[in-house]
């Protein structure tokens, strides 16, 4: 993306020298900038009603990351070559609690990547209401191709050096694109081996059986079906027979689609950098979990053995028509060619699954049309949210069951939305989701930072 997308709003007079500094100040780094003007931009009638802020120079700190840290991570591949991958963990705001965010493995994380994702999720954060601080981390290692063996010595040189930043009050990493179940698995046997403590509180996303939480697998997914129930509910409609297209294949798109089937809808699309499959029957979620979790293997196999499905190769999922789209994959996927074509196909609500995955284009034409707009911090917060619940569990050595931790889950999202959709009201700007979540989620942290002195 360019410099003019980010420019997209107008910004108050308070936020745009902020605004300009961050962009001198991080240079080439066109995501960071374009997750940074989305909030400066919502909450400016918060600035403007509450001077509190601009005269304790709160933005100024919130755009600065507490601590970032960059380090080599060597590992040797199957055929005894050594590699050298980049590793990052930023730790942006903890004064809600302890740094908390995922790791991306993916050939395209760089330092922009890294702190968009870490920016948002302060705000994210917030919104759960958990305690939990804002930070993020990854490597620009590639895990696809790679061999078990690979993955686990590259997990293992990963922790080698991260395990002196984090803790479980200090900060709590998990999984993103790329760090699901099996890399959380081969991280914490190293943390527990180079520290001789089996420390339950330092990662989420643990294995049941060692420490982790019922639902967290299942969490983003399902949190961000219920996001929509709650916007669709406010109108009176429900999930029952609405077609819903999902991008991506992965964790968070494969809880969505188990979901949005449960709760009566017909998830008909999923994809991956290759391309996207649809399925007017409905995706059988034991076939797309056997090839993506069993075998990981590519979408195209999904049309090769079910009948009536197909794979459209390098195309764009936003073309299928739909009621409901829950972009589920990466940063920026959705763009404003695909939203013009979902509203043209009459789409009534979107739920961002991913990390801001619509385009500033995109989501200002969501807004200008009636469709309902979840944007990701509010949508796909019950990842984290799960998260903190799996650190309450750590800390108190309890064991919730299945059914407790999805009412919780349940709650925290109607929570979510209720603060976001009240937000916005007070604001006077009713039913922007956008706007709703970006102050919700600014007040509890900047009230925190405001009661807690200049630090
Ligand atoms: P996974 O690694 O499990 O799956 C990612 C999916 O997205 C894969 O199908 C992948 O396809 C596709 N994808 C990734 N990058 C690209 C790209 N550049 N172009 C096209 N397709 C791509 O990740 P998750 O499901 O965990 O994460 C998906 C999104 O959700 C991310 O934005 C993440 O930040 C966000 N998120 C995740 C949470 C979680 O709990 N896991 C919580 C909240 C948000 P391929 O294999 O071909 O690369
Ligand atoms: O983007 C996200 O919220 C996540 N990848 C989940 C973070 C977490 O700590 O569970």
Not at 60 to 74: A, G, H, T, Y
Not at 244 to 264: D, P, T
Not at 424 to 444: H, K
């Amino acid at each position: 993306m360019t410099e003019t997308t980010a420019d997209f709003h107008p910004l108050s007079a308070a936020a745009q020298p902020i605004f300009d500094t961050v962009r001198s100040l991080n240079p080439n780094e066109p995501e960071f900038h374009q997750a940074v003007h989305e909030v400066l931009h919502s909450i400016g009638p918060v600035l403007e009603r509450h001077p509190k802020y601009i005269e304790n120079g709160i933005l100024e700190r919130l755009v600065e990351p507490e601590r970032q840290i960059i380090f080599r991570v060597p590992w040797i591949d199957d055929s005894g070559r050594l590699r050298v991958n980049r590793g990052y963990r930023v730790q942006y705001n903890s004064a809600l609690g302890p740094y908390k965010g995922g790791l991306r493995f993916h050939p395209s994380v760089n330092i922009s990547i890294i702190k968009f994702l870490g920016f948002e999720q302060i705000f994210k954060n917030a919104l759960t209401g958990q305690g939990i601080g804002g930070g993020k981390g990854g490597s620009n290692f590639d895990p696809h191709g790679k061999s078990e063996a690979e993955v686990m010595r590259f997990c293992q040189s990963f922790m080698n050096e991260l395990y002196r930043h984090i803790g479980e009050h200090t900060d709590v990493p998990a999984g993103d694109i790329g760090v699901g179940g099996r890399e959380i698995g081969y991280m914490f046997g190293m943390y527990r081996k180079i520290t001789n403590r089996h420390e339950s509180g330092i990662l989420t996303g643990k294995g049941i059986g060692w420490g982790g939480a019922q639902v967290r697998t299942e969490a983003t997914g399902y949190g961000a079906v219920f996001f929509v129930q709650s916007m669709l509910a406010v109108h009176g409609q429900t999930l029952e027979g609405k077609r819903v297209a999902v991008s991506g294949s992965g964790n968070v798109a494969i809880y969505a689609i188990e979901k949005a089937q449960q709760l009566g809808a017909r998830a008909i699309t999923a994809s991956d950098s290759s391309g996207y499959i649809v399925d007017d029957a409905g995706i059988d979620l034991g076939l797309l979990r056997q090839i993506k979790e069993v075998e990981r293997g590519r979408i195209v196999e999904y049309a090769n053995r079910r009948p009536g499905a197909r794979f459209v190769e390098g195309g764009n999922v936003w073309e299928v028509p739909v009621d409901i789209a829950v972009p589920s994959a990466t940063q920026n996927e959705l763009n404003l060619d695909s939203a013009r074509m979902l509203i043209a196909n009459g789409v009534r609500a979107v739920a961002e699954g991913a990390n801001m995955p619509s385009t500033p284009e995109a989501v200002g034409a969501f807004q200008d049309s009636d469709v309902l707009f979840a944007p990701g911090k509010a949508a796909n917060a019950g990842g984290v949210g799960t998260s903190a619940l799996e650190m309450s569990q750590n800390a108190s050595r309890q064991r919730w069951n299945f059914d407790h931790s999805e009412q919780k889950l349940r709650d925290i999202m109607t929570d979510i939305h209720d603060a976001s959709f009240r937000a916005a009201e007070r604001y006077g700007t009713p039913g922007d989701y956008v706007a709703g979540a970006n102050i919700a989620g600014f007040e509890r942290v900047a009230d925190a930072m405001l009661a807690q002195g200049v630090i």
